[in-house]
């Protein structure tokens, strides 16, 4: 079985630009979770989709955004880039299931973004 | 408050020895998971071990256990005979019931095995 794919890898932008991070779940799994991931603030939650709705979303500016299409692949977008903004975006699937305490969340290989 | 502490930036641990990795929760949910991610330095994350709150004996998978001590709040990683492949960036992470399929994570322990 394949893993969680991200596209692309390696990202540079500038200030002010727009970016869009996708992320292609395991087959099969129907949630899609995003987290940033940076030296000074660690692992943070940023949203969670499941069968193409929103379901969880943690505590990023509305700048932040995502969709899941009907595949359960998500992509994420961010506007108006900030250089703190520079991190890596990991992108992890689960089967979705609520209240399955154990259900393990597979990372991909996270795409870093670069804003200069 | 943070809900999962890890207070051990850095470790470093001999080769074919055994290595603790210390964390830490604060919980109000009756109900919680607690899991270990391996992060190398190409990224990605690597799902080691699984405790939930209600199991009554310590995880184990393969080379790893996971010493949990509900009472204290602790779900410590032990690496026994440590290789090489094991330097990485070790996460602790906490899913509870009532916040759905988010995952809490520590800061995480840099771990570096010595020759």
């Known amino acids: 079985k394949a893993g969680v794919t991200q596209t692309p890898r390696y990202l540079i932008k500038t200030r002010g630009q727009q970016v869009t991070l996708s992320c292609s779940p395991i087959s099969g799994h129907r949630s899609v979770s995003w987290y940033q991931q940076t030296p000074g603030q660690g692992l943070q939650f940023l949203f969670e989709y499941f069968s193409e709705t929103q379901r969880n979303k943690g505590n990023f500016p509305g700048r932040f955004s995502g969709r899941q299409f009907s595949n359960s692949r998500s992509e994420m977008n961010v506007s108006t880039l900030e250089l703190g903004d520079s991190a890596l975006y990991l992108c992890?699937?689960?089967?979705?299931?609520?209240?399955?305490?154990?259900?393990?969340?597979?990372f991909g290989p996270g795409t870093r973004l670069l804003v200069l | 408050a943070q809900k999962i502490t890890q207070t051990q930036p850095g470790m470093f641990v001999q080769e074919k020895e055994a290595v603790t990795l210390d964390c830490t929760y604060d919980t109000s949910d009756p109900s919680y998971g607690l899991f270990w991610y391996k992060q190398p330095s190409s990224g990605e994350m690597i799902f080691l071990i699984y405790?939930?709150?209600?199991?009554?004996q310590n995880a184990t998978e393969g080379r790893y256990s996971l010493n949990f001590q509900k009472a204290r709040k602790s779900a410590n990683l032990v690496i026994s005979a440590s290789q090489l492949g094991d330097s990485a960036m070790y996460f602790c992470a906490m899913r509870e019931t009532n916040t759905g399929n988010q995952f809490y994570f520590g800061t995480g322990t840099s771990l570096t095995v010595i020759p």
């Open positions: 992890a699937s689960s089967l979705g299931g609520r209240g399955r305490l154990g259900e393990t969340q597979y």
């Open positions: 405790q939930g709150s209600y199991d009554q």
